[in-house]
C-alpha cells in the first residue's frame, strides 16, 4: 500500500507482534528480522491498529486524550513508514 488515507482501516502484518518488554521498559514491535522500540506516541497508535477502526477513527481517540490536537499527519506519517517495511497493513473501506 503506497499511502494510508483517513478511511484505511490499519492492522499489523501477520509476522509482527506488539509486545511490552519489561527488560527495556517499553513497547517494541517484534519481526522476524528483529525488534523495534517504540516510543509512547507509536505504541498508542499501534495498539489502536486491530484491524477493525479506520485511521480517521484512531485519529480521534488519539485527539481525545492530547487535549484536542490534530495528530492525524503524525499517524499517517507513522503507518506509511512502517507499512514501507512491510510491519502494517490496511486496506480502504
Known amino acids: 500500500m503506497p499511502a494510508f488515507s483517513a478511511a484505511d482501516i490499519p492492522c499489523l502484518a501477520a509476522r509482527t507482534r506488539l509486545r511490552y518488554d519489561p527488560a527495556r521498559e517499553a513497547d517494541v514491535l517484534l519481526f522476524p528480522e528483529g525488534v523495534l522500540m517504540l516510543n509512547q ?35 499517517l506519517t507513522l503507518l506509511d513508514r512502517l507499512a514501507a517495511k512491510g510491519l502494517v497493513e490496511g486496506y480502504a473501506t
Open 41 to 75: 506516541t507509536a505504541a498508542a497508535i499501534l495498539k489502536l491498529c486491530d484491524g477493525t477502526q479506520s485511521v480517521q477513527t484512531i485519529v480521534s481517540r488519539l485527539s481525545e486524550h492530547a487535549n484536542g490536537i490534530d495528530v492525524m499527519a503524525d499517524v
